[in-house]
């Protein structure tokens, strides 16, 4: 994707506000000379400005907090307080994109009457069908989180053959748990190929499709609908560049010809593209391209964090541990760290065990259960989140698209 410069004024969104509140102003002097029409000008100029400015220091907040998680370090515990890219950061970014898209759609709402002037109509449109991509991305997220889902039941057969309560461990229980972890290796390894199960398996949300008899299978046996959504060739890398394909930042004439609402546009394309781009980052899923190009003005409040946390996840993928996983997800890391740890240690060809290496054992166990914990009360919030933002897209530009439909008439 083409870099992403900034060609507008360098001046501060704060300048450009009272430039576009002294414009509205002039205005108001110019068409009336009445003292009382000229305040009234004057005073929704300035409650415009507010609101502007109310959501580029709402969404600042909101990422700066998302900034001030901890890094995963690699002696952390899998299950341990929230860091970046563990479920329950992924959790706040969604809640945080959510809150962003529901401010967002309350601008264009109050302001659906100008919605059909250029070049807003044109921006805001553009809008719209990056929102239609990250649909894609949220049927296919949800794709991974069944993955993990499926990791995790590995793990717990793990568990109960090795449970720590035992005084000792038999053979049997070290060939039982060793069994597991081989097909969770495998597991882990299919997903990878392009040819993977879950590749073809694909869902969406709220839609059953059950004109087969292995369809209807596959839906009873895992509770979730099937759709023909994302296809076998489907790409999040190739998604992610068509969501921030053409995503310039504003230029100083747009944003007096826009009257400053392109700046809410930008802002809101930025964050889809940065939210999007965080889940694939961290969920498995076909073709996940890390190396999206994400550059933002500066000036704009919420620039630095959003920028230093794409920053982090980048680093994060380039580590030596990270660079061929399934997904950058602290708990996938959990899961990858302690299944190759337990197969070193419950191999059935060491039995007996000698005490340091059961002792050893009994140590590795918490650590998954740990991970296990994490990922059976984080998987399921999460994977509602996601839900949510599906819904929340797909009404947001139903309603916005009738605005631009009817904001001329």
């Not at 990878?192 to 398996?201: D, F, M, P, T, W």
């Not at 007996?352 to 650590?367: F, K, N, T």
């Not at 996601?386 to 009817?406: A, E, K, P, Q």
Request: charged share 25%.
């Amino acid at each position: 994707m083409p870099a992403t410069d900034y060609q507008g004024s360098s001046v501060p969104f704060a300048s450009l506000g009272r430039s576009i509140l002294s414009i509205r102003r002039e205005q108001a002097h110019s068409m009336d000379t009445h003292h009382d029409d000229a305040g009234g000008g004057a005073a929704a100029a300035a409650a415009h400005e507010l609101e502007l400015e109310s959501f580029q220091r709402h969404v600042a907040e909101l990422f700066q907090d998302l900034a001030s998680a901890g890094g995963s370090s690699a002696g952390s515990s899998a299950g341990g307080g929230e860091e970046l890219l563990s479920l329950s950061w992924i959790r706040r970014l969604l809640e945080a994109f959510l809150v962003c898209q529901e401010e967002f759609k309350a601008i264009l709402m109050n302001h659906r009457g100008v919605l059909s002037r250029s070049p807003l109509d044109r921006l805001v449109a553009e809008f719209f069908e990056r929102s239609v991509k990250a649909l894609d991305v949220c049927n296919a997220i949800r794709d991974g989180l069944e993955q993990i889902r499926q990791w995790h039941k590995h793990l717990e057969i793990v568990q109960v053959a090795l449970d720590p309560h035992h005084r000792a461990f038999g053979e049997g229980q070290l060939r039982r748990a060793k069994k597991a972890l081989t097909d969770l290796t495998i597991a882990m390894l299919d997903e990878k190929e392009a040819g993977s199960v879950v590749a073809h398996r694909n869902r969406s949300f709220g839609r059953i499709n059950t004109s087969t008899k292995d369809h209807h299978r596959l839906a009873v046996g895992h509770s979730r609908s099937l759709s023909w959504s994302v296809s076998r060739s489907w790409s999040a890398a190739r998604q992610l560049q068509g969501i921030g394909n053409n995503l310039a930042a504003p230029r100083s004439h747009e944003i007096v010809a826009t009257n400053g609402l392109i700046l809410p546009v930008y802002t809101m394309n930025s964050v889809l593209l940065f939210v999007m781009s965080a889940l694939v980052a961290a969920i498995p899923c076909q073709d996940r391209g890390l190396q999206t190009h994400f550059s933002v003005p500066r000036n704009f409040s919420w620039a630095a964090s959003m920028t230093s946390l794409h920053e982090r996840i980048l680093e994060e993928s380039k580590k030596r541990d990270r660079r061929n996983s399934s997904g950058l997800l602290k708990e996938i890391q959990g899961i990858e760290r302690c299944s190759r740890h337990l197969a070193e240690l419950a191999d059935p060809s060491q039995f007996p065990l000698g005490e340091e290496r059961e002792m050893e054992l009994r140590q590795r166990l918490q650590e998954l259960s740990q991970v296990c914990d994490s990922l059976k009360n984080g998987l399921d919030p999460l994977e509602r989140h996601v839900r949510d933002v599906f819904h929340r897209i797909v009404r947001s530009r139903t309603d916005g698209l009738d605005w631009l439909g009817h904001s001329g008439t």
